[in-house]
């Protein structure tokens, strides 16, 4: 067993998920973390066969889980698995979530998105750094997410406190990282796996400003400091800030500044 990805302690993504931990298993190599007794845990586990075969047995009912097959079971679900093909390979997930679900579980075909998010995550977490960690974490969000939907989970809700902050980091975080192609509240809302309508809702609740607000308040923010640094010419600042051309970008400046992007360079003499 190798263990890729473990949230860190205290952090809560969107929906409430908290205590996710990813890991990798080969059931005939690892028997002696796999029980065959019937248990339960409090949290969701979802298993995803990459090569070979697992039976489950779940709430009584029996469950055949082939390759790019998944198995979810739901907290407080009474489950064994009662055979791994000696050839098996899976990715294990669990994590708690604030998601009122009835006991049980169901199983379904996988598609190449989860697989490929989970092969991302595992592949970041031999890197080791900040970035990494935040790029597998996403992964794994994702994958819960396209998961849950399976099972009939709504996202319409309204998150607790901590839980709205975390999706407003999240969408902060996308903004700055790709202020440079001019990202839309669409294209930020899809990153955080909700409709623009939930995003705008939640933004404003907890940043007291509309994320469209935000991000043209980083585009400012990102012209004014490469005009500070004075390395790029007006046409190369407008491509590095997501404008398809400099009459555009001088329009955008001068409307929330007052002036012209020019002027202000010589303003702060660069």
């Given at each position: 067993?190798?263990?890729?990805?473990k949230?860190?302690?205290?952090?809560?993504?969107?929906?409430?998920?908290?205590?996710?931990?990813?890991?990798?298993?080969?059931p005939?190599?690892?028997?002696?973390?796999?029980?065959?007794?019937?248990?339960r845990?409090?949290?969701?586990?979802?298993?995803i066969?990459?090569?070979?075969?697992?039976?489950?047995e779940?709430?009584?009912?029996?469950y055949?889980v082939?390759?790019?097959n998944?198995?979810?079971?739901?907290?407080?679900t009474?489950?064994?698995?009662?055979?791994?093909?000696?050839?098996?390979?899976?990715?294990a997930?669990?994590f708690g979530?604030?998601?009122n679900?009835?006991?049980g579980?169901?199983?379904?075909?996988t598609?190449?998105?989860?697989?490929?998010?989970?092969?991302?995550?595992?592949?970041?977490?031999?890197?080791?750094t900040?970035?990494?960690a935040?790029i597998?974490?996403?992964?794994?969000?994702?994958?819960?997410?396209?998961?849950?939907?399976?099972?009939g989970?709504?996202?319409?809700?309204?998150?607790?406190?901590d839980?709205?902050n975390?999706?407003?980091?999240?969408?902060k975080?996308?903004?700055?990282?790709?202020?440079?192609?001019?990202p839309?509240?669409?294209?930020?809302?899809e990153?955080?796996?909700m409709?623009?309508?939930?995003?705008?809702?939640i933004?404003?609740?907890?940043?007291g400003?509309?994320?469209?607000?935000?991000i043209?308040?980083?585009?400012?923010e990102?012209?004014?400091?490469?005009?500070n640094?004075?390395?790029?010419?007006?046409?190369?600042?407008?491509?590095k800030?997501?404008?398809?051309?400099e009459?555009?970008?001088?329009?955008?400046?001068?409307?929330?500044?007052g002036?012209?992007?020019?002027?202000?360079?010589?303003?702060?003499?660069?």
């Open positions: 067993m190798k263990i890729i990805y949230q860190p302690y205290g952090t809560i993504f969107p929906c409430g998920i908290h205590n996710c931990c990813l890991k990798e298993l080969h005939e190599r690892d028997k002696r973390i796999i029980t065959k007794k019937v248990h845990h409090s949290e969701f586990e979802i298993h066969i990459t090569e070979g075969l697992q039976i489950y779940i709430a009584g009912k029996e055949t082939k390759k790019e998944y198995i979810v079971i739901f907290p407080g009474m489950h064994r698995c009662i055979f791994s093909a000696e050839n098996t390979h899976k990715f997930c669990t979530a604030e998601i679900m009835e006991n579980g169901f199983c379904a075909e598609n190449p998105r989860i697989i490929c998010n989970f092969e991302t995550a595992r592949k970041e977490s031999l890197r080791g900040d970035t990494a935040y597998a974490g996403n992964s794994i969000f994702e994958n819960i997410i396209i998961i849950l939907r399976a099972a989970f709504c996202e319409e809700y309204k998150p607790a406190d839980c709205g975390a999706v407003c980091e999240l969408a975080q996308f903004i700055r990282d790709n202020i440079e192609l001019s839309t509240v669409y294209d930020t809302a990153y955080c796996h409709s623009a309508k939930q995003l705008t809702r933004f404003v609740e907890f940043e400003k509309t994320p469209g607000e935000y043209k308040t980083q585009r400012i990102k012209i004014k400091l490469l005009l640094e004075g390395e790029f010419s007006l046409k190369e600042i407008s491509e800030t997501g404008f398809a051309n009459y555009y970008f001088n329009c955008f400046f001068k409307k929330y500044e002036i012209p992007p020019g002027k202000y360079r010589k303003m702060v003499g660069k």
